[in-house]
């Protein structure tokens, strides 16, 4: 165990070397990489993907993987949206509700299928990434929720709070993550998931329940995904059943991997999370900076995600080679 | 077509368990049936929603759009009966006609431009089987990191532009053969052929039984890597070849060529029965759950409905079908 | 020999019934994708005129905007028989094949809001919202005129390949170089690829690089909303003058809140208005499709058709601001 969790600390460093050694060169070539603007953009840039990355963690340690969490994030967006717009007269923070509340049905509902029918995690939720967005094009008629519908309380949370002026959802992505670190470290639950991950048959013996934990740890995926919905609405100020949340999966994911979760079920810690998310983070905000053409974003996050495989295969060599497929 | 790939190696010690069970039973309950009732449902649904539907050689024609993806999704079905998956075809084909297309752009002679981006394609398949078989990474995850590598690096090559082919190459789906588009014959002679070595031959029988039992198959002597590494490149080769069967359709080749394909292939191979844990499926599940999604997507869009109906519709048949196909195996094949 | 012998004869078919029976034709709009707000606006031409005129209204458009996803769509028009296709066309060559398969069977192919550059030959003709020779200058005047023609600008754009966006910044550097906007300087032009999330970055990135910048032009709905974003989550509207080409349902809270002074655009709605009357006038031979000759629609007045069979619908940009962004419903 204490080998274990040297290594691990081991791995959470090392991705804070390469985020401050990435800062560094960035800020070599151009300074105004260090300043305290572009701290800003970095740090407006990650909540949401931070959010949706402490669910898409359990969902990982827990040997499952949820690839529907940018259709959840579209959905219960749209749902919050759409209220605003058709019915002005709630109190816009019901759409918190709206949001969440939907985001942890669709999760449940994911769990589900994997529970009950014992389905492979990756497929259910390649079917449900389609169905999910099909139904916000359904719901919302295909038309997008304009900028002037969502409230501008919820749009002001992005850009200012009392505190510094540092804007609310950077205060949330963080309040986040210190609840995801608290439940998975001392909590009965959140070592639960750990046990059923590094091992599923021997935690069933030891009377871990898993097929509530399993349905737990998708509720909360699709709960985040819901908060990180209604926070998309506030960055960015529309909904739009196309664009929002498309793609997002392949980012969380990429940031999960990076952070040091292993795709085996039963490692990664939130503050590895958290870094990989921050890692992201810089190479997403330094590559315009850099003049780098968007069209190179695609090879680089792909690579990385390699990267990051092969830094986990030479950590934990042994244990990958009896687990080929993410199996039920 | 008698393709009988039924995977009756893993079954065998049935034998001295229990009573052979009768043989409508046998043909009845299996997986590639339900795609069967559910490819003729589709048509009378489809015929019904339409009247410009029931139309064979507009049904042709409409099958040459997703004949690529399915010639893909027969060999994808063997990669994943051998317990392995491979997410990053639709990538390679657009990074091997992306190559392919700049090449011949940048004034190489057509035989070779054609020659760099097959052999893109068994790169890119070498590189996924490196991961997954030397590395022993699993390959769901691997291939989803080459998924957006290689489409990426299709990106950075030919940026955001399209390139042009010349206008002999253009056109492979206007060639009738027997009144049939080449790219339909293309599918069908290689299920033939797939179907044929898969059910038949040696190499056939290993692929089930690597994917039933990996640690057991190599016990019993089978060269797992080697016929690993072999689907692998097989892949990456007809995953080019589809690339530029792509690029003839359509006459130029830009790097968003099959996006998100990858998830038409895993639908066809699933729909048509194969077991996504491995060790079950046939050639000819897929090849009927291909013309099943083109029938119902071919239907939908002329019927004018929304294409989010299309979406849901393909995440549920998606969820149904491999539902149908567990609850199948596990009735017939305890 | 027989194909050309067939296409004279579906074509002498299409012409006959159209002669025949004063029957409504069928008109189907294929949009990029669903979901955008833009074609509201644009379809809604196209409805009301068809509320009026002789023709049979649908619109379709694939779940995304990638090269091939329209191809479908087009097939199955082909297969309905309808009368025209109008399509905002997703690539400026992917669908050469399957256009020459539609106008093959005598259907009218024409370009909405966006044609198929270099590919001409494979439409019918072409709609535009603008004279697009003039979109370049009049957005160099437009953010000219905010900063007091004075300092550092740059453009956000889409695509680094998007042919209209180039053909306006290619304006844009010609029109700057006039000695009025001698004072000026384009120091930047960066690519949001029409991704909110993007196009932030890129302005986020411009500004770093750019401390002196004094105006953005973004010449696409998508970008200028986020520059706009921007500016105001920044606070610095004073000091940074965003303009561009928006829809007025997206920029109208920063226009109310003072983040935008004014921005351009036209009128989607008469786009599809104008296509609508077209298309009817066409098919029942009250216009020619040729070159300099015009036609006339209620509203519009009368249109005239230019070099290479495209159609101007208005001949220079809108201009939206405090004052009159209320009258625009789109």
Redesign the interface.
Known sequence: MNIVRSILVRRETGIAVMIVLLCLAVGLY?P??L?L??LR?IL??VPLIMIVAMGQMLVLVARH?DLSVGSMLGLSAMLAGMMFRDMPYIPWPVGFVVAIGAGALLGLLNGA?VTV????A???T?????????????V?D???V???FVP?ALKSM??TSPIFGIPWIIFMALGIVLLAWWFTRHTIVGRQIFALGSNPSAAELRGVKVNQITLLVFTISGALSGLAGIMYASR???V????TGAGFE?QV??AV?IGGVS??GGVGTVPGVMLGVLLLGCV??A???LGI???????????I??VA??ID?SVRQQG??S?????A | MSTTGAPTTPAAAMHEAAPARPVWHVALVRPETMTLVLLIVAIIVASYLSPYFLDIGYILRSFTLSAEFALVALVLTMVIIA???DLSPASNMALSACLFAWAQASGIPMPIAIAIGLLAGLAMGALNAF?VIA????????T??????????A??IA??KSIRVPDWFIGIDKVMVLGIPVPVVIFIVAALVLGLILAGTIFGRQIYQIGTN?VAARYAGIRTRRIKLTLFLLIGLVSAVAGMMTASRLGSVR?DLGLGGE?QM?LMA?LGGTY???GRGTILGTFLAAWLLVVVSTGMTVANL???????????L??VA??AT?FIYSRTQR | MLKKSLIALATGLALSTAAFAQDKIDIVFIGK?????YF?SLTKGFVEACEKIACNFEFVAP??AEATSQIPFIEAQIQRGVDVIAISPNSPDALNQVFDAARAKGIIVMTVNGDITGNESHRDLTILPTDFTKVGADQVEMVGSLIGYDGEIAILSAT?EAPDQNFWIKGMSEAIKDPKYAKMKLVAT????D????ST??M??L???Y?DLKGVIAPTTVGV?AAA?VV??RGIADKVKVTGLGLP??M??FVKDGTVEAFQLWSPYNEGWLAAHLAVDLKAGKAKNEVGSTFEVPNLGTITINEGNSINTQSSLTTFNAENIDQFDF
Do not use: C, H
């Open positions: 151009k105004q990489f300043t603007n572009q953009v407006l840039l993987v299928l029918f014992k389905l492979p990756i497929i259910v390649l079917g449900t990434l389609n169905l999910y967005r099909g139904l916000t094009f359904i919302s295909a038309r997008q304009d900028r002037q501008s992005s850009q960015w100020g529309f739009n059943p196309s664009n392949f994911i990429a991997v795709i085996n997403a905000a590559l315009p900076l053409p968007g069209t190179a974003q695609g090879a680089i996050y792909g690579a995600i390699l495989l092969l295969r990958i080679a687990l080929k497929m993410v199996r | 317990g392995e998956i991961m590395l022993q990474l699993p390959s769901i995850i691997v989803i990191g080459t998924l957006t590598l290689y489409r990426g690096l990106q950075i940026g955001d990996e790097y998830l895993v699933m996504i844990f491995g929304l294409p989010a109906i299309q979406l849901t519709v393909l995440g549920v998606l969820i491999i539902i567990n | 994708n669903t979901g955008n707000p509201d779940a995304t680094t960066v690519y949001g690829d991704q909110p999330e993007k970055t890129e986020e990135a500004l770093s690089n401390p909303a974003q105001q989550s349902s997206e109208r809270d």
